[in-house]
Each structure stands twice: as structure tokens, then as C-alpha cells.
């Protein structure tokens, strides 16, 4: 990550103390942070707000719309890269979210810099990725 660009995330947590704690802890590492506490905010702030780049959801939201549901209408609307955040390691929430555009599934209780980690290989290769697209339409145009 280029030291210039300012990384705005979207992060979509239930649990107010662990939205408080992280959004602290990620500040450090100089990102924005815009909290959402449920799906349906999460939706609503990722497709209005086109300054978000990334968006870290917990899968599990509570009463509502889950975090899976609420990527999947995300991404209807909008490309954007999504690292899922979870406390649970079971095989039932890895298969969740087996079949939405991804950058990365991380525990909740790992180190902050395996999160800030996540965040930057999410952030590098979304960008990579629209990078190698936009060579192709332009090639694709020429000839």
C-alpha cells in the first residue's frame, strides 16, 4: 500500500465492544474507520458511500440480516473487496460464505496485525485485479 492513500473500511460489527476495540486498534494503522451494527445499515452506507473501499463483515449479525446476505447485496450494486470477520472456526461458517467474492476470512480473536495483513493483501490485490481489467478492456478496444 502506497503510503499516500488513505484506506476508508467499512466495518460491520453487532457487538459494540469489539466494533469500539477494533476501529481503535485499526485507527492506529491510520485508516478510516465507519462503523455499521447491522446488514441492513451495512447496505445502505457500502452502495451510498463510494469512499469506502473495503469492508470487514462479521458474518454473524445478530437478529436481521446476516453478514453473508448483506455481501451478497453489496456486491449486486457494488465491487468491492470484503474480508469476513468471525469468532466462529466451525466448517458450517467457512461454507457460508464459500460462494461470495471474497478477500479473506479472518477470526476475531487473531493479533490486529494479522487483521491490518489481511487488510493490505485484501486492498493490494482488489487493486491489482481492477488494475489487470481495465488493461484488458483497453486492449480489447484497440483492436
Known amino acids: 500500500m502506497e503510503s499516500g492513500n488513505k484506506i476508508n473500511i467499512l466495518m460491520v460489527e453487532d457487538e459494540m465492544i469489539i466494533a ?3 476501529t481503535m486498534a485499526l485507527k492506529e494503522f491510520h485508516y478510516e474507520i465507519i462503523n ?9 452506507m457500502a452502495v451510498k458511500n ?9 458474518i454473524n449479525l445478530g437478529n436481521g440480516m446476516d453478514g453473508t446476505e448483506a455481501a451478497k447485496q453489496i456486491l449486486l450494486k457494488r465491487n468491492i473487496p470484503i474480508i469476513f470477520l468471525t469468532s466462529h472456526n466451525e466448517q458450517e461458517y467457512v461454507n457460508k460464505v464459500k460462494n461470495i467474492t471474497r478477500y479473506g476470512y479472518v477470526m476475531k480473536n487473531s ?3 494479522v487483521l491490518q495483513s489481511s487488510i493490505e493483501m485484501a486492498y493490494d490485490l482488489f487493486n491489482a485485479i481492477s488494475i489487470e ?3 484488458q478492456y ?6
Open 20 to 22: 469500539l476495540a477494533t
Open 36 to 44: 455499521a451494527y447491522n446488514g441492513e445499515d451495512a447496505v445502505k
Open 50 to 58: 463510494v469512499d469506502i473501499n473495503l469492508i470487514l463483515m462479521d
Open 111 to 113: 493479533d490486529i496485525f
Open 133 to 135: 481489467k481495465n488493461e
Open 138 to 143: 483497453s486492449n480489447f478496444n484497440k483492436v
